[in-house]
C-alpha cells in the first residue's frame, strides 16, 4: 500500500465493523504493502558472498562439494533458485495484493459513511462516531429521550456530516409565582438566573426566594418573584413614594416610614398584593362609646262611654312612656366624626297604657237640657263654692275653675273669678253642652248627685 493507503486502512481498522478487519489483512506475506514490488533477488552489495567474489575474480573461490561448498550441489541450486526469483515472487504476491485492494475500496466506502460527530447532552459534550443518517437517528442509537419540553438543535430531521455539533437541552418544570400569580414554566436553563433570563422576567430590584446562583435539577423547582414596584401612600396630609418588592400593602406601608396604630385602617385590604402605581390611604381612627336613653311612645286605649257626650274624651288611665338605653360606637376618621354604630340596647322602664273614655251620648240642643244638673254640687267640690276662688298656681279661677282661654272661648271677658256667679254658671253649662263633663275629670260626675 502507498503511505495514504495505509492511513485509510489503519482508520478502518480502528472504526468500521470488525467483520471486516482481521490478522489475515493487516500481516501481508513479506510484509509487502499494496502498490510496492515484492523483494527481488540482492544484486551488487548485497549479492552473495560466493557472487560478489565471482565477479571480482576472487583467488579464494574454490569448489565446493555438494554439502554447501561454492562447487556443490546445493550451490547450484541455490543460484538456480535465485535465476528464478523474479517472476515466482511476482506470481505469488499478486493475489495477495488484488485481495488488499479489493479490502481497500470497501474501506474508502466505510470510512466515506462514518461521521466525527459532537454530541452535547444537558450541557456535557463528548466526541463520538456515528453512521446515523440525521439527528434524530443519531440520538436514538446513543439512547437520548427527548420530551415536548426539551430543545434539540438542530432540529431531529436533519441531516449528519462530519464534524457537526448537536446539543440537547432537557426542559425542567419551575412553579413560577410572579407578583402574586402562580404559574407553572418549563425552561431549559440550569440556573435561576439563566431561567429568569429566558422567561424574559425582569430581576433587577426584584425579590427572589432562592439565589440567582441556584442550580435547577431535572425535577425543577418552586421560584417566587416579586418585582420593584411604585406604591404612593397618604398618611398624616402627607404623600410619600415607595419602591418595593414587598409581599402585602401592609409591609409597603411600613417600608413608608409609616406606623399603623390601635384602629387604623387601610383604603385597601392590607394583606392584598401592591400593584405598580397603585394609592393606599392611611385612615387614622380613633373610637368611643355613648350612651343614649331613648323613650319609647306608650299605647292607648279608647273606651266608649255613654254617659259622656258625642266628642267628648276623658283619659281614665294616664299613659306613661317607657326607657330605653343604647350603648353607641363613635368613630373618627382622620378628624371626622362617622355616624354612630349602635352596639346593644337595654330596657330601662315598660311603657304604661293609657285609657281614655270616648262619649256616645248625644249633645243637648241648648243650655236649658243642662239646667236638671246639680251645679251647685260641682261648685262645692271644684271651689268650695266660692265664685272668686282661684288656684294656688292662679291659672284657673271661679266657681267651676275655668282658665282664662277657655273662659273667652265661651264668650267670657276679663277674668273669669271677676264674673258673677250667674254667668259664671251659664259660661259652665255651654261648656259642659260642648264637652260634656271631661272638663272636670275629678269632680264631673257631681253633676248627676
Partial sequence: M????????????AYGPRAARGPAVRE????????????????????????????????????????????????????????????????????QALVVAFLAGGTSAFVAEDKAIELSVDGRPRTLHTFADDVGELLAEEGVRVGAHDMIAPAPDTELTSGDEVAVRYGRPVRLTLDGQSRQVWTTAHTVEGALAQLGVRAEGAYLS???????????????????RAVTVMADGRTRLVRTNAATVREAVEEAGITLRGQDVLSVPGDSFPRDGQTVTVL???????????????PAVRVADATLFEGTEVVTEPGRPG???????????????????PERSELVRAPR???????????????HDADHLDWHALAVCESG?????VDPSGTYGGLYQFDTRTWHGLGGTGRPQDASAQEQTFRAKKLYVRQGASPWPHCGARLRG
Avoid: C, M, W
Wanted: overall charge positive.
Fill in 28 to 95: 501481508l506475506p513479506g510484509r509487502a504493502r499494496v502498490g510496492e514490488a515484492a523483494a527481488l533477488p540482492r544484486q551488487g552489495a548485497g549479492a552473495p558472498p560466493e557472487d560478489r567474489a565471482r565477479e571480482h575474480g576472487s583467488p579464494d573461490l574454490r569448489t565446493r562439494d555438494e554439502d554447501g561448498g561454492p562447487g556443490g550441489r546445493g550451490a547450484r541450486r541455490r543460484r538456480a533458485r535465485g535465476a528464478e526469483r523474479p517472476e515466482s515472487a511476482v506470481r505469488r504476491l499478486l493475489p
Fill in 2 to 13: 502507498s503511505k495514504s493507503q495505509y492511513e485509510t486502512y489503519e482508520t478502518y481498522e
Fill in 385 to 389: 263654692g266660692r265664685p272668686d276662688a
Fill in 323 to 341: 326607657l330605653r338605653r343604647t350603648f353607641y360606637y363613635v368613630r373618627t376618621v382622620n378628624g371626622v366624626r362617622q355616624r354612630p354604630r
Fill in 210 to 228: 432562592v439565589s440567582r446562583s441556584q442550580r435547577i435539577g431535572r425535577a425543577g423547582l418552586a421560584l417566587d418573584v416579586r418585582t420593584e
Fill in 284 to 298: 387614622r381612627v380613633t373610637g368611643r362609646r355613648e350612651v343614649r336613653e331613648e323613650q319609647i311612645p306608650f
Fill in 353 to 367: 297604657t293609657q285609657v281614655v273614655k270616648v262619649g256616645t251620648r248625644p249633645r243637648p240642643d241648648s243650655v
